[in-house]
């Protein structure tokens, strides 16, 4: 979420231990005049968290008047006594407000397997709801970090309307849905069932075409709200808008990747569709050969091609390119490729897969050592 929000909405954080003393790790998001349209798109883990699962249900109903997130506690793989936090946290939170349970979503980040503290987060509920304020946000989205180095916020000027949004994630991506959270929030006036196609088709080019680690989370969560405070917009116009926004942030989720050293865009062009051209993406970015290659500046292409081999592609159509310099074409290596200095710092790769029209990018990094000690660490 940006510093001050779209009109009709308030946010803020605070800090109630979740994480250690004097870290923000609880936050809210609050629809100012009640609970208005509101679209999500989550995890397709089959290890979902209590929250998402939750959040799933009620935005069924196309209808949301608050978000409540937090840090430091995924709330994933807890049985009964997870679900029964996410729905004692959010009923505070609705007891604070004066409205329904049902409308208030529950997002949570931070490690699989431990218990929400539901005494301290429900204490702290009716103070973090009466400090929520339009400039409130900053304090929100530092609240939901957990391995992030900062916060990650944008803001978006449509033509008549605001979008705003701030996620957490530096680690754990590979959302299918989509450890990433985001909320967006806009005043333009939107109908539920249009929030929910351009949400979904915003998410399908932006963060899943993040690759960070090969790791799905069970608690990747994107949920966008409408205040209709100004008029009414067009479906194209706050479709651009959001893909704006989440292409922004999933950016930011790339750049701040834990151990990271550079980030990598791969370009699949010439698939059959885009849905093959994201597969063969995925494929390059989810093999370790590749990206420690992209670490150590190596233009193995080798690496890359295998990893598109695996997919449904003709590969002696296939070409590769470093920074638009080609090292493999239709099927042969091209002989005395100077690259040297290149792929010294971020940079792209083309791949192309023949005549087709299809094409995907994804987003990935280079895997480095720091990353290996960092997660190899006891959480």
């Known amino acids: 979420m940006s510093v001050t929000a779209p009109d009709g909405f308030v946010a803020a954080g605070v800090d109630v231990g979740i994480k250690g003393p004097g870290r923000l790790d609880l936050a809210v998001v609050v629809a100012e005049d009640g609970a208005v349209p509101a679209a999500g798109v989550f995890t397709q883990n089959r290890a979902a968290a209590a929250p998402v699962v939750l959040s799933r249900r009620r935005l069924a109903a196309g209808r949301a008047r608050a978000i409540l997130l937090n840090s430091g506690c995924a709330n994933a793989a807890t049985g009964e006594r997870g679900w029964k936090a996410a729905e004692a946290t959010t009923g505070a939170v609705a007891a604070a407000l004066g409205c329904p349970p049902t409308e208030v979503l529950a997002m949570s980040t931070g490690p699989i397997g431990s218990y929400l503290d539901v005494d301290a987060i429900a204490a702290r509920v009716p103070e973090l709801v009466g400090q929520a304020t339009k400039e409130g946000g900053?304090?929100?989205?530092?609240?939901?970090?957990?391995?992030?180095s900062r916060t990650k916020t944008v803001v978006v000027n449509g033509p008549n309307f605001i979008l705003g949004g701030m996620a957490k994630g530096a680690a754990m991506l590979r959302p299918d849905m989509a450890t990433m959270l985001a909320v967006l929030t806009t005043d333009a006036s939107v109908e539920a069932p249009t929030l929910q196609r351009v949400l979904t088709e915003a998410a399908a080019v932006t963060f899943n075409s993040l690759n960070v680690d090969g790791c799905e989370s069970t608690n990747d969560s994107l949920v966008l709200l409408a205040s209709g405070r100004v008029g009414s917009v067009s479906e194209s116009e706050l479709g651009e808008s959001?893909?704006?926004?989440?292409?922004?942030?999933?950016?930011?989720?790339?750049?701040?990747?834990?151990?990271?050293?550079?980030?990598?865009?791969?370009?699949?062009?010439?698939?059959?569709?885009?849905?093959?051209?994201?597969?063969?993406?995925?494929?390059?970015?989810?093999?370790?050969?590749?990206?420690?290659?992209?670490?150590?500046?190596?233009?193995?292409?080798?690496?890359?091609?295998?990893a598109v081999g695996t997919c449904p592609v003709d590969v002696n159509q296939v070409s590769i390119s470093y920074q638009s310099v080609s090292v493999f074409r239709s099927g042969s290596p091209v002989a005395h490729v100077e690259l040297e200095g290149l792929l010294d710092s971020d940079f792209v790769v083309q791949v192309d897969l023949g005549p087709g029209q299809g094409r995907a990018e994804i987003i990935t990094t280079d895997l480095t050592p720091e990353y290996v000690r960092f997660n190899g660490e006891r959480s």
């Open 242 to 306: 959001v893909v704006k926004a989440c292409s922004a942030l999933a950016a930011e989720m790339a750049a701040d990747a834990e151990g990271a050293s550079k980030t990598v865009r791969i370009l699949v062009t010439g698939a059959a569709e885009d849905l093959l051209a994201r597969q063969v993406g995925r494929a390059i970015s989810d093999s370790a050969l590749v990206r420690a290659s992209f670490y150590g500046a190596d233009p193995n292409w080798g690496r890359i091609l295998a």
């Open 138 to 148: 900053s304090t929100a989205a530092e609240a939901i970090l957990t391995t992030d």
